[in-house]
Structures are given as structure tokens and as C-alpha cells.
């Protein structure tokens, strides 16, 4: 499924992340993997499908 590459990157920068990788996944749809600063300290990443619906985000310090 193709996505237009400037849609997508609006969509982050919306969301104030930075897309870092475009993942291959078994049904053909791509996912995105996205990075965020959360302050001073935090640091969050998650993986969205190619609708934009996370799939999997994590909170790091």
C-alpha cells in the first residue's frame, strides 16, 4: 500500500515526531516507526501502521 511521503510526514509533524524507519510487514501494508522527546528526560517511540494507529509505543527515560 503506497502512502504519499509528504502526507506522511505532515502527519508527524503534527504529533511532534520524527519518523526514523519504514518497516516491511507481512500483509503488505507498511509501518512507520516514529521517535519523540518528551521534556528534558523522556524519550518515546512507537510504530504506527500506514493509517496512522499505533501498534506498539513505549516510554523511555
Known amino acids: 500500500m503506497a502512502i504519499d511521503r509528504r502526507e506522511f510526514l505532515r502527519a508527524f509533524a ?3 515526531a520524527m519518523p ?7 500483509d503488505g501494508a507498511p509501518a512507520f516507526v516514529a ?3 518528551d521534556g528534558a528526560d523522556g524519550f ?3 510504530v504506527l501502521d500506514h ?3 499505533i ?3 513505549e ?3
Do not use: N
Not at 526514523?20 to 507481512?26: E, G, S, V, Y
Open 14 to 16: 503534527a504529533l511532534g
Open 20 to 26: 526514523i524507519a519504514t518497516l516491511a510487514r507481512a
Open 35 to 37: 521517535a519523540k522527546m
Open 44 to 46: 518515546s517511540v512507537a
Open 51 to 53: 493509517a496512522g494507529i
Open 55 to 57: 501498534l506498539f509505543s
Open 59 to 61: 516510554e523511555l527515560d
